[in-house]
Each structure stands twice: as C-alpha cells, then as structure tokens.
C-alpha cells in the first residue's frame, strides 16, 4: 500500500526489495574505478553485433538475463519488465528484451529511465499488482555518439562540458519478499526548464531538475542529508554536480558535498580517461547503481542511499529548432534495513 | 488494491474512474465520421507553430489543458502526468507537457501508448499512490511522415496496406472517486513478432500482438466476446483488423468480428478519404477513445469496452538494419457501473 506523503513523495508500506541486480559495461568502463564491480565487462563492444544498436539490445539483453539468474527465476515468474532508453523509439530496450516472453511497459526517463523504472517497479509490487518485475535500461556510446551528435569514424571535438556515453546496462529484480534492498520511498520528477540551450552541457540543463526532486523529497519527509549515506545523481557529470551542490548551499542552506557521489564522475577516472565532464547516458546509473552501490548497499557499507536519476528531454531535433533543455529526475530512497 | 487475475490480468478493486477526457483532432480528421465528437479541431494543423514537432506538442497540450478543466481540477492536484509519444526521445509529450509543473512519468508503447498511460494510472490511483493522474498521448501527421518516411513535400507514392498518421491527441483523467468511467481491469502486453518486415503494414506487425493480449484477457477473466459491447483495437487499420479477426477463428474459435472495431477505421471514411488501410499513430486511438468511445460509454449506450491499443516497436534504423517489427498491445477494460 502507497502511502503519500507531503505532495509528492510516496512511502511503500509493503517494503518492495530488490532481491538481484546486474550491471555490465564496455571497456572503457571496465578499465576505471568501478570495473571490478561490474558483473560482465564487453571487451568488444560490438557484442559481436553488426550495427551499434544491436550491440545496444544485447547488452541491455545481458544485464537482464544476469539478474533474472541470480534472483533463481524463471521469465514466467515476472508479471512486467519496465525499461526504456535513449535509442529512437527505444529500440535498445525493446529488440534486447523481445525473446523473454515478459509483459512489457516501456518506460521514458532519458537518462532518469533506471530511477523511473525502479519507482514503477516499486508502486506496482508495493500495491500488489505485481509479485516480481525488472526494472532495466541500457546505453552504448556509439550509438548515442551516432544518434545524438556526430558517428564516431568523423573524430569531432569535445567541449570541456560534454559527457561520455556510458556503453552499459544494468537491471533490477523487484518482488514483494526477499533478501535484499528496501525501496523504501520514491519521489517522481517534475520537468524543469531553465532555458539551458547548450546540448554540450546537459549536467547543467539536468542539475535544476536535480534539486527540485531531491528538495521536494527532504520537505515531504522531513529527512535531511545526515539521515542518508549517500545522496548518488545519476550523470551530472562534474559541471552538474558542482551545480547542484550549489544550488543547495544557495537556495537552501545545506551542504550536501559530504554526501553526494555522481555515477557519471564514479564509472570513469576523469583526470586519465578523458572524457571531459564524466560519464552519462541511461547505461551509467544503470550499471552503477545495479553493480558497484548495490553491493556496498548489501554489504552494509551504505545503510540509506537517495538514488536520483536525472535525465534530459530533448531531441536532436528539438535542440536544432532552437529549443532549450527540459530536464527531470526521478528519486528512489534504498534502504538496507537489516543493518538498521 | 489490485487483484491478480490469472496469469496476466489485474482486476482494479477500488474502481479507478475516468471522471473527464478530450481528443483534439485535425482538419482531416475533424471532416471524418468522428468529426462532431472531437473536443477542438486544428483546421489550421501548424498549430500556429513554425514546426510541426512543436505543432504536436501544442495539440498533445490542448488535449491535457481540455480534459483537466472538464474535471475541475488544478494542475497542483493531479499527483502524475503519464505521457508519451512516437516522436524521437517523446518530445512531443516532454514539450508539450513542460509547463504544467505535474511530476511526469514517461511511458514508451508506440501507438498503444493511450492504453498503456491509462493502464499505469488506473494501478496507481488504485493502490492509493495517486488520487488523480492524467494520461496522454499525440500523433502529427507531418510530424510522424518526416521522421518515419517522407518529408510530406517530396509527394511519395503510399502502398495499399499503408496507413495514415491521425494529427490529434487525447487525454483522460483517472481518479479515486468521482462519476464517469471505471477502470475494471488491465492487461499489459507482451512483445509479439511474427517477423513482419514490412514497415507499410503496420497492421500485419500489430496483430499478432492484439489477439495475445485479448486472448489472455479472455483466458484469465473468463469472459467472452458476449459480456462485451465492443472490442475496440487502437490502429490496425483495415488490414490488420481482418488478420486479428481471422486469428481468432482460426485459433480460438471464435467470432469477435461482430464486436470488433478499430479507431483507425472508424476515424476516417476509408472509401473518399484515401487514407488507405486507416488511421494510425499514438494520437489515433486517443483521440478516438477520448472523445468518441467515452461519449457513447458516457451515455449508455455501450457499458463494456476492452480498449486495446497496439504498438510496433521498430524505428526507421531497426528497420533499415533488416530487423523484423515487434508488436505490443495494452488492454483495459472499461465499464459503465451506472448502467450495469
């Protein structure tokens, strides 16, 4: 049973658990920080596939399958999986998940999808909809360097604020009982927009979308950053989050450098692996959250994680019209309750 | 409280209601057989806008903006906007969308995206996560033409089983309480794909998907074709309205031609409009559903509708790759209580 609280943060009465995870990466990824962590490094990121969008959908394909293994199901036992990505049409997902047979609701967060799904994820086991579900997303650096910017064969310049597509999957298991950890809160995002055009700098279009949630969800609950662990965004990449840090000093007096991480500034080393602001895309809280937090989470390193996915709503097409950069992001409060 | 109705049933036992909608059309549409029910026709489909991406944003805005002010609401009570679209990264929602301040949950279902958003409201207002969501979707002719085919200025040449992108929009407003439409149950979908290549038959792709959904939706209710006024698809257009027909002799046994219709036949006058096998797109079957199909429901004279939407979920790159057209399709069912 959801139980609202303040305007819009929702309590789920029922303890919804992420009982398995699964991240898998690409090389570049494997090679930083977190490579140990993650469970299956694509050292060919073709995935032995002819086009970089197939390459996509079967690395989303693998994280799934990962998951749903380690949590000792079978795809029958699953009532939904709830994935998107950033591919037209979100073809990553829907081609990498059409053998399994699983009711599918595809879901649309740009680079917010893992945060998006987990909060969908979490409402319908929490309500009983649901026994078990996954909740997934992917992304590949060269299908979004194709898709968004420039194919990769051209070698065009990077500005100091642009990101790095993390070529990475991750995906979480959701059931009604378990071991595992407590999705204990969630809070959907409003769209923000603060008129940020410059699509080179999305850490700065996302960052506002960023605060509004994360302060939404601290005025319902009454918690504040020393009732967490971690407050982890998802790819504001080292502009954003010197932003987003910030703005909270500025709007709202607390200092949450203590305890923010950022997955697009934890997957990569940025002072050798050059990739300019950090990691992004929908692959990189992916594979981070279901691999490396995680487990410290499970291993009760971390006790109270706030996992705040951000994502931009843009197109091409729209940045080309002259558009600015909707930006949103979606909370999910995890919580290892058996280390209290 | 949702109840697990068989293997992929949910019956919604609090009785989520569709207190309010509106579909919103275009001139073609609005000189169709549907043309009195539409809620406003664009007889100018620019919108007033200088691109027809920021024209579907501005109709998929007006459906919202209609429907919200039908239900006497404020945007400040509604606690999720679920949206979507067929445009690239779903700008045509996230734009559209971008002012109304409403936590925004993305859903991806291609042209079934209507039945998908109302399924996801219809949990949540049930579990009591939310007391009142809006879901919508939108389609633009031009909009959809550009990116999936054609730019409409090079006058390319349309096969027979081709069909045509409904301009329009629809929106509805789910709540805990209040008169107008329940919400009984739903059934999500699984990805179907047969192997259809064809990305101009569209309804062959779909089809498939259509009688798995309904099919388990009879299998898991127990009720039949006779406990429904209609089986209303959302864009199989002619085509793929008589496979899914024949599917069900063939497979089933059973007759559902009598009660079956199909939004992207009944928006159009197939014999002058030259729209060959019909409407299609996200807008079709939302803003037949909308207006149309809610009006009749509203009135009486229809009590039981299963609406189900399809989807195909290929993108003009899948396509060109070689790779075959998955489908989906998302029902709900929907009941007048007060006449029984």
Redesign the interface.
């Known amino acids: 049973?959801?139980?609202?609280i303040g305007k819009?943060t929702?309590g789920l009465l029922n303890h919804p658990v992420i009982t398995a995870s699964a991240g898998v990466a690409g090389k570049k990824e494997g090679e930083g920080p977190l490579g140990k962590d993650f469970d299956y490094i694509f050292d060919d990121t073709t995935a032995g596939e002819?086009?970089w969008?197939?390459a996509e959908s079967t690395i989303h394909k693998e994280a799934i399958i990962r998951a749903k293994e380690k949590s000792g199901k079978d795809f029958d036992e699953f009532?939904?999986i709830f994935a998107?990505d950033?591919?037209?049409?979100?073809?990553g997902s829907?081609?990498g998940?059409?053998d399994?047979?699983?009711?599918?609701?595809?879901?649309?967060?740009?680079c917010s999808t893992m945060a998006?799904g987990l909060?969908?994820a979490a409402?319908?086991v929490?309500?009983?909809?649901?026994?078990a579900c996954i909740a997934s997303t992917s992304s590949h650096f060269c299908s979004a360097e194709k898709q968004f910017r420039f194919p990769v064969e051209y070698g065009s310049q990077r500005t100091p604020a642009a990101q790095w597509t993390v070529t990475g999957a991750g995906a979480a298991v959701v059931e009604n009982e378990g071991k595992g950890i407590c999705i204990e809160k969630v809070c959907?995002?409003?769209?923000m927009?603060l008129g940020v055009t410059d699509a080179n700098n999305m850490g700065a279009a996302m960052a506002p979308a960023a605060f509004d949630t994360i302060s939404a969800f601290f005025d319902d609950t009454g918690m504040s950053v020393d009732d967490l662990d971690m407050i982890v965004t998802g790819d504001l990449g080292f502009v954003g989050s010197r932003l987003l840090c910030e703005m909270f000093v500025d709007e709202k007096g607390i200092d949450i450098s203590k305890k923010h991480c950022d997955c697009g500034i934890m997957i990569y080393n940025l002072d050798e692996q050059d990739v300019n602001s950090g990691g992004s895309g929908c692959g990189c809280s992916a594979s981070v959250l279901c691999s490396h937090i995680l487990k410290r989470m499970n291993s009760g390193e971390l006790k109270r994680v706030l996992f705040t996915a951000t994502g931009a709503?843009?197109?091409?097409?729209?940045s080309m019209?002259g558009?600015s950069i909707?930006g949103?992001a979606h909370s999910v409060l995890l919580v290892n309750r058996k280390e209290g």
């Open positions: 049973m959801a139980q609202r819009r929702l002819k086009t969008e197939k009532q939904l998107g950033l591919l037209n049409q979100c073809v829907t081609f998940l059409r399994f047979g699983v009711p599918f609701a595809g879901v649309y967060g740009a998006l909060c969908m409402v319908f929490d309500s009983g909809a649901a026994n959907f995002g409003r769209i927009d709503l843009m197109s091409p097409v729209s019209q558009e909707p949103i």
